[in-house]
Structure formats: structure tokens, C-alpha cells
């Protein structure tokens, strides 16, 4: 019987993904089919916002299994909802060879879409961590799928009858026990950026003190050159240390006037995510104070952006996404921004 007749209305030509466990008895614990749709529904997710622009459309159906140990057979009917040059760039087609090991033909793979993504999610499964985040260049969209195809070597591992998986239906299984330590992945925390945004307003007191990491309120009036009908407050972490060295923390004798001091600060909001989802609020920093007091600090020629951008670039480069995780229940650190 054809697979399309198990169905009674037939999508697009549908490919078959026959994910076959090495386990002696015809059955599988129900956590272990529940992950493998989990990762294959993620991993898709993935391709589709990447190299489709999220114009695929993907469905994904449970073929009754068949004898020999146990067949999960997941089968996908995909199409494109419009003419796209995405799968025909030279990226895609190095991804397609490097998680397949076939040569893309954009012209068969119009007409039998869903085998593309049969073929990218088989590999998936196949392909190493390793070998996934280099293909990939360590892309963050693909957190979500490689954590959850972690979870789902967990719960093949956790079941001691399951001495491997494959793809397909004859008994070459690609992944054994063995291997499976090289399909794990860790919850890959990074510090994704939101925004950036230009500040003018006023410091209404002092917030610093000596040698400790505090927060700066500002009563903010004018956002990236926008005049705001009402003032309104940010508070966040002074990460300018240029400024903050030349800026006595706590001086008791400054005198602060009650309008407070005028200040010009560049701000960069980031989130915390792990495993491809957000983990804390967003985080509030000051990168650079480009006037203060009435005084400019920077040179006429400074692009807003660019003290955000080597500020993230240096917190990535020393891992220091932990301090922000750490410090994400500060419970003055949020207002309006």
C-alpha cells in the first residue's frame, strides 16, 4: 500500500523519513518517539526561517510502522509557497552537501520538495554536533534543534535496549551507542542583542559608588533625535570605563543641582539565552557616555553602535554571558527601558 493512502486527503508528494532504532523487540519507549518529532519539527523550523525565509510549507504525518526492530516513519509533505532564490544560493547548496553528501539540484528539488527536507533532517540526525555547528557557523537558530536532538539521544541512551539509529529501512544503523556522547550538545548560552538606542537627559543624583558595579538612572527626553511628550527613566549598568575612570565614584562634594546633570549616553538592551531560548529580562548597559555636564566626550566623527558592538563583541570573546545571568533579578535595574 502506498503511503498516500493511508491518508484521505493527499498533501503535496509526501517523503518518507524512516528513523530506525537497533532494539531486538518491536517497541519503543514513548519518550523517545515523542523527541525524535520534537527535534525533526525544530530542526525544520530552523531551515525554513534560515534558507526559505519561513516560506516553506511543512507537515509532518505518522506512517504506521513496520516490522524490524522499530521503524519511526515520519512522513513530510513540503512545498514553497513562492519563487525563491534562497535554496539555489551557494550557501545552501554547501549545506545541503555538507549535512546530506549529495550534490542540490534546485530543479529536482522543485519538484520534490519534500525530499529536501527529508534529506537535511536525516542528515541532522547522522551528522555529529561537531559537524552540524560547523556548518552551520555556530548559528543560534539552531540551538533550539541541537538541544533538542540532545534530549532525544538522552532518552536513547537513558534506554539500554536501543543500541543505535539509523535512517532508513534496511539494517545500517549510522548511529551507534557508541556515538552517541558526540550527538550531545550543551545549552549554548549566548548574550543576544535587542537594541541600541541614543539618549538625552538628565542624572538626577549620584548612583556610584567606589569600587562597586551599581546602576545610573537617567530621566530621559530625547530617543535616537526623537523628542519625547513626556520624560521618561532607564536605569542600567555604566560599562563605559573610559568614562568611569575619569568620573569620581561617590564625590560627597560635587554638588549636584536639583535638575539634575545633563547626560548623552549610547545604550545596548541585550537578553540572556540558552539553548536558543530567553532566560532572563533584558539587560540595561551604558556603553558609551558621549556627553556629560555639558562637556562632549566624543568626537564629532562617532557612529552611534559602534561601543555596543565591540562591548558585546569583547563579552562574548571572554564568555561573561554568566555575569549577566547572574545579575538579571537586579530589582531597580528595569523602568521604562
Known amino acids: ?79 514553497l509557497t513562492a519563487i525563491l532564490v534562497f535554496h539555489q544560493s551557494d550557501t545552501f547548496k554547501g549545506f545541503y552537501k555538507g549535512l546530506t553528501g549529495k550534490d542540490y539540484d534546485a530543479y529536482q528539488a522543485s519538484k520534490k520538495f519534500g525530499e529536501v527536507i527529508r534529506d537535511l533532517i536525516a542528515g541532522f540526525f547522522t551528522s555529529n554536533t561537531k559537524q552540524i555547528r560547523d556548518l552551520t557557523k555556530d548559528d543560534e537558530r539552531f540551538d533550539r534543534p541541537l538541544k533538542s536532538k540532545s534530549d532525544f539521544i538522552e532518552s536513547c541512551q537513558s534506554n539500554e535496549k ?33 537594541k541600541v538606542l541614543h539618549l538625552y537627559g538628565s542624572v538626577l543624583k549620584p548612583v556610584m559608588l567606589a569600587n562597586q558595579k551599581a546602576t545610573w538612572e537617567i530621566l530621559y527626553t530625547t530617543v535616537d533625535g526623537q523628542l519625547l511628550k513626556t520624560p521618561k527613566v532607564f536605569n542600567g549598568f555604566m560599562e563605559d570605563t573610559d568614562f568611569s575612570s575619569n568620573f569620581y565614584y561617590g564625590d560627597t562634594s560635587r554638588k549636584w543641582p536639583p535638575e539634575g546633570v545633563k547626560i548623552e549616553v549610547e545604550v545596548l538592551i541585550t537578553q540572556l539565552t540558552e539553548a536558543g531560548e530567553i532566560k532572563s529580562k533584558p539587560v540595561h548597559e551604558i556603553t558609551k557616555v558621549i556627553s556629560f555636564d555639558g562637556e562632549r566626550l566624543v568626537p564629532s566623527s562617532y557612529i552611534i553602535g559602534s561601543a555596543s558592538e565591540k562591548y558585546l563583541e569583547k563579552c562574548l570573546s571572554q564568555k561573561t554571558v554568566l555575569e549577566v545571568y547572574k545579575t538579571n533579578d537586579q530589582p531597580t535595574l528595569f523602568d521604562d527601558y
Open 1 to 79: 500500500m502506498a503511503p498516500e493512502e493511508f491518508f484521505e486527503e493527499v498533501p503535496p508528494p509526501l517523503a518518507l523519513l524512516p528513523l530506525h532504532f537497533d532494539v531486538e523487540e518491536h517497541l519503543l519507549a514513548s519518550n523517545v518517539f515523542v523527541k525524535a518529532i520534537e527535534t525533526t519539527e525544530l530542526m525544520t523550523k530552523a531551515i525554513n526561517e534560515i534558507y526559505f525565509d519561513g516560506k516553506a510549507q511543512v507537515h509532518f504525518y505518522i506512517s504506521p510502522p513496520r516490522r524490524g526492530g522499530f521503524i519511526e516513519v515520519i512522513a513530510i509533505a513540503a512545498s
Open 162 to 194: 536501543i543500541n543505535g539509529f539509523g535512517i532508513g529501512f534496511d539494517y545500517d544503523f549510522q548511529v551507534e551507542r557508541k556515538d552517541f556522547k558526540n550527538h550531545k550538545s550543551d545549552g549554548r548560552l549566548r548574550r543576544k542583542p535587542d
